[in-house]
């Protein structure tokens, strides 16, 4: 493992790379990361570092959002089939017939989302920042696509627009169902509740605090409960317990995203070494995708 490590330094200071990883993939990836965190820092981050090649630790709407933003810089991931289902959940009929017929619409996209469907949309958000965006929109009328959840949830925050909702959806978060919430409560009654938007509404209605992961993370941190019942995908436990070492944490169905782990060291290794699995955007809607991403980050500052 430190020979892996030390090799992998080796080679971002001989490539000129940086590594950045997703809270979500494995620890002992996070362990050779220079950042961490979710994908809206993610995003932003990597138009303010100086290396000229960006290893995205995560899946791949995450290194095509990374490339879009910073398109002359070289962006590799450890594993191209480490795709987000929820990322293809959408219909293009669907968003023509509904510009067509709704008059002063937004389509927002979620980030995680195709690059056809960002070139389709009028801005991006992420759970961190979707509320603000939307908020900040002139349009009345919202497509919210993909994921219904969190859309679901905006369209709450943001009572005086009115939404659409598609219905695409996480199978990790919704694997989170009520029985298990309800066990976890019944397990540690002072607990507090924290969840990701992309949880099923039932699990939404029962939470004390939703957010995205840094969202969770920071709540962890300044919450006086000790216990916590955590509603999103494991690979968040490590970090809250760095951070909170004194806390209990319990997450409800121990939901965990494949796809995530699928990001390994020895991966990691041999993109630096070879220069492979480089993101390439050829795609016609690359110019609109990118707009909808920069448009997301002006509208969240
Ligand atoms: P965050 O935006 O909170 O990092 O979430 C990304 C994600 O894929 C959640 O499932
Ligand atoms: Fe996609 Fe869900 Fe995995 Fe996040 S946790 S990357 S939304 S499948």
Known sequence: MNQLLGEI???KQEKDAVILAHYYVEDRVKTAA???GDSYYLARL??????RTIVLCGV?????????LNPDKTVLMPDLSAGCPMAEMYDLAEIRRLKGEVADLAVVCYVNSTLELKGQSDVCVTSANAVKVVRGMPQRNIYFVPDENLGGFVAQQVPEKQFILHNGSCCVHTG???ADLEQARRDYPNAEVLSHPECRP???ALSDYIGSTSGILKRAGESTASELIICTEMGILDELKRSCPDKTFVFPGERVCASMKKVTLEKIREVLRGGSNEIRITDGNTEQAAATLERMLLLAN
């Open 46 to 51: 990597a138009t303010e570092l100086p290396q």
């Open 34 to 36: 220079d950042y961490v």
């Open 60 to 68: 791949t709407f995450m290194g095509e959002s990374v490339k879009l």
């Open 9 to 11: 330094e080796r080679l």
């Open 176 to 178: 989170i169902r009520t």
């Open 202 to 204: 039932e699990i939404l």
